[in-house]
């Protein structure tokens, strides 16, 4: 009886390829999990950043026009708006 070696090399090929592969998804899924439930907590943390710096902002104006500061207010707000320009922030606040 003739050994058909490539296709006993083959089949050794692909059992050996299956383990390798169920060892990395056995490593890549809790690392996967991990990583999932820290971009959920960032996301949190920057939805109470935004929100905090919205209300400070809020604060500040009415606090600049109950005090009757227009020139301040106007390079104040100049300020703000042109950094919120610079990093991309303006369609967000106006949405």
Excluded: C, H, Y
Excluded at 1 to 23: A, E, P, Q, T
Excluded at 27 to 47: E, F, Q, Y
Excluded at 79 to 95: D, F, R, V
């Amino acid at each position: 009886m003739k050994i058909d070696w490539i296709l006993i090399g083959w089949i050794i090929d692909m059992v050996l390829n299956g383990i390798v592969w169920l060892v990395i998804a056995v490593i890549a899924v809790p690392l996967i999990d991990k990583t999932d439930k820290w971009t959920r907590k960032s996301v949190k943390l920057m939805g109470k950043v935004d929100d905090w710096a919205r209300e400070f902002l809020e604060k500040l104006f009415e606090w600049i026009e109950e005090k009757n500061l227009t020139i301040l207010f106007a390079f104040l707000l100049m300020i703000i708006l042109g950094i919120l320009a610079q990093i991309g922030l303006i369609p967000k606040l106006i949405s």
